[in-house]
């Protein structure tokens, strides 16, 4: 990809015609707008994750949230009261650097399974 985007230069001017940009926004127009509010209300998403260190031990954890949209949404919201209230540190980092590992766990519909 970033091999390809070095040359992108040279047909950024065919990008640029209306013609074209009429045809990409159709695509774009024609593609699924993803859930309903109805279905995000309903819907979860089921996370999982695994890490091991050198020493070979393993730690799992299993999440579940709210739909990945509306998590977003909901996690964007926490981070810009955060923000707000002064709850950061400057630099750049993750959100979990920033506000601790157990941000997600602030968000309403947010639960570590157990097994």
Known sequence: TI???KFQFLFNWFLRLPWVKKRMLQKI???PAG???AKR???QTYVWG???NANGKTIEKKMVTPEGYTLTA???VLIVQKTLAGEWKPGYQTPAACFGQDLVLEI???QILTD
């Open 3 to 5: 091999r390809s985007l």
């Open 29 to 31: 127009d024609n593609q």
């Open 35 to 37: 859930p309903n509010a």
């Open 41 to 43: 209300q309903k819907a």
């Open 50 to 52: 695994q890490v091991k």
């Open 74 to 76: 909901q996690a964007a």
């Open 108 to 110: 309403p519909g947010v």
